[in-house]
């Protein structure tokens, strides 16, 4: 059984159709790379799946299905309890998810807190939520020193760790990755991969990879799907679609970066 199975789905918005008659899955321990323009309807899709779509846009028609139950038939309340502990995002845009004046290593027991609220004999001491918070940040390669710093203090990349360190602490079934690294340099980029890619290892989760960097997509996705004008137009495991596209329109995504170009090239590194 898949972890996340998307069919038929629809997306409206004031200004029309955003999205339509999309199908996706991603099955335990499978990288799932959407690629595709800007406003394809990459972002819109994921945020359908948490629940997530702003106000101005809503699911017209279709399922999305979390381990065989509707998630569309879910009280709003019920979607907010899966997000994070279950369903987990790391988007772009890192920083913004963070306090500036309140200390990382509060944000972080305040965030686990919060996913054991439901269930309040389950709630780790304060102690014991230091220490955990301490080891995903050092599994982060970050100091424990960051646990009393502030948001302002850290570089970009850091921040994205801090991120990280939170999915790691919740070890979600499914991790939402909204192009993570497009702001870094790429040796950040580079160790943000890295640090997915152990996390997925040691957990068996699932990933939706969005991403503009069809280098990373090939190093580390097994399937992919191309969206343009929010339609499905080719999906397929990673390393055939990309030496062989059946489309004009990847053909051409591809052929804008000369390594990518299809070649006898076969070698596959998993995430």
């Known amino acids: 059984m898949n972890l996340l199975e998307i069919a ?5 918005s004031g200004q029309g159709t955003i999205v339509r008659d999309l199908d996706l899955s991603v099955s335990a321990g ?3 790379a959407l690629i595709g323009e800007s406003g394809s309807g990459k972002s819109m899709t994921s945020l359908s799946i948490g629940d997530l779509l702003p106000a101005t846009v809503w699911v017209e028609s279709g399922k999305i299905e979390w381990c065989g139950s509707s998630l569309l038939a879910l009280s709003k309340k019920d979607r907010e309890r899966l997000r994070g502990k279950e369903i987990a995002y790391v988007f772009q845009d890192y920083a913004s998810v963070l306090t500036p004046f309140m200390t990382i290593g509060k944000q972080l027991d305040e965030t686990l807190k919060a996913h054991h609220m439901q269930d309040m004999l389950d ?23 960051i646990y009393n710093r502030y948001p302002f203090q850290l ?31 790429q040796t950040n980029a580079n160790e943000i991969l890295r640090i997915i890619s152990e996390l997925k290892e040691r957990t068996r989760c699932g990933i939706l990879f969005i991403s503009h960097n069809l280098r990373n997509v090939k190093r ?6 191309v969206m343009r004008e929010g339609q ?40």
């Open 123 to 145: 709630m780790p001491e304060r102690k014991n939520r230091k220490e955990r918070i301490v080891q995903a940040l050092e599994h982060v390669r970050l100091p424990k020193e």
């Open 30 to 32: 499978q990288c799932h």
């Open 155 to 185: 570089s970009g990349g850091q921040l994205q760790r801090v991120s990280l360190a939170v999915v790691i602490m919740l070890e979600p079934k499914l991790l939402i990755l909204d192009e993570p690294t497009t702001a870094l340099d």
């Open 232 to 271: 499905v137009i080719e999906t397929g495991s990673t390393l055939p679609l990309l030496n062989s596209p059946k489309q004009s329109y990847t053909r051409r995504l591809i052929e804008a970066i000369p390594s990518l170009r299809p070649s006898t090239e076969a070698v596959h590194e998993s995430i």
């Open 8 to 12: 038929g789905l629809h997306l409206k």
């Open 220 to 225: 580390y996705a097994d399937q992919v799907t």
